[in-house]
């Protein structure tokens, strides 16, 4: 093997190494204010539904943008009326590496739940990755504008 060939084999595995290393660390660059925002805003959403059933409807009534969609991770997908029909019901709630962003007054928060909740009538107690988006608003609220659950983590994962 010839010497250029050496060196090219080496810098193609500094090259994989680098960015087998660059998955492992967070893609997003963190930002305190935005993720203290997004805490505030996912903490809100989280306390609508804690409560009862008539304070939780007209909490998400005010709180839920008119284009409101969320995505359970049993695929099913609910739109504002859908989800203020049949909410989840959340008792005790834990938030984990939540980050931030946003432009032009859309945010996203990415973050992981342990959660103890209702939905759909079944009691699960679960940790999640879940993706939450708002919107602020012309009166200059933010309101929440999609919301997603995805699939259980693996305990050892």
Not at 67 to 82: K, P, T, Y
Not at 112 to 134: C, M, N, Q, Y
Request: net charge negative.
């Amino acid at each position: 093997m010839t010497t250029s060939r050496r060196v090219a084999g080496l810098m193609a595995a500094l090259a994989l190494s680098a960015l087998l290393t660059a998955g492992a660390a967070p893609a997003i660059a963190q930002d305190a204010d935005l993720d203290a925002l997004g805490t505030q805003l996912v903490d809100e959403f989280i306390e609508i539904l804690k409560q009862p059933e008539e304070a939780k409807q007209a909490g998400l009534e005010d709180f839920l943008a008119s284009e409101f969609q969320i995505v359970r991770d049993s695929g099913a997908r609910l739109d504002q009326a859908g989800y203020i029909a049949n909410p989840s019901t959340v008792f005790e709630v834990e938030i984990f590496d939540l980050v931030a962003t946003e432009s032009d007054g859309v945010l996203v928060a990415s973050y992981t739940l342990a959660v103890d909740e209702v939905i759909d009538g079944e009691a699960i107690k679960t940790v999640r990755p879940r993706l939450s988006v708002f919107h602020l608003g012309d009166d200059g609220r933010w309101r929440i504008a999609a919301h997603a659950n995805f699939g259980t983590l693996p305990e050892d994962g």
